[in-house]
């Protein structure tokens, strides 16, 4: 009887739900980093600036990259990421947002919630 290889890549999703309370402060921090790229187009960089003065979860997307949640867990490369951010309505009553119990894992490391929030 043989063994089924398993594949060695893995596909991590992960959800985020963010409160701008700084709108400033980020879209700086995203200019900031516009212009620290010194490998992006001079056309691409004016595109980049617009986007991100005119749409927060633009700002967003600028600074946060997926490459930063991995880059220090041992075994592993990142071959492929993507991510898009969005505004949203929030309705913290809502069951949608709210965890159940068949949502948690029972191996779950309830440190790693307190580590979140």
């Given at each position: 009887m043989s063994t089924p290889e398993t594949s060695r890549f893995v596909r991590l999703r992960v959800e985020v739900v963010l409160e701008v309370d700084d709108e400033d402060a980020l879209t700086k921090a995203a200019l900031r980093r516009i212009a620290d790229d010194s490998?992006?187009?001079?056309?691409?960089?004016?595109?980049?600036?617009?986007?991100?003065?005119?749409?927060?979860?633009?700002?967003?997307?600028?600074?946060?990259?997926?490459?930063?949640?991995?880059?220090?867990?041992?075994?592993?490369?990142?071959?492929?990421?993507?991510?898009?951010?969005?505004?949203?309505?929030?309705?913290?009553?809502?069951?949608e947002w709210g965890l159940d119990d068949d949502d948690v894992d029972e191996d779950f490391d309830d440190e790693a919630v307190n580590r979140v929030g």
């Open positions: 490998t992006m187009p001079p056309d691409e960089r004016v595109h980049a600036e617009g986007s991100v003065t005119e749409d927060t979860a633009e700002a967003v997307a600028y600074l946060v990259d997926p490459f930063d949640l991995v880059s220090e867990v041992p075994g592993i490369e990142l071959v492929q990421a993507s991510w898009s951010s969005e505004r949203i309505e929030r309705d913290p009553d809502s069951r």
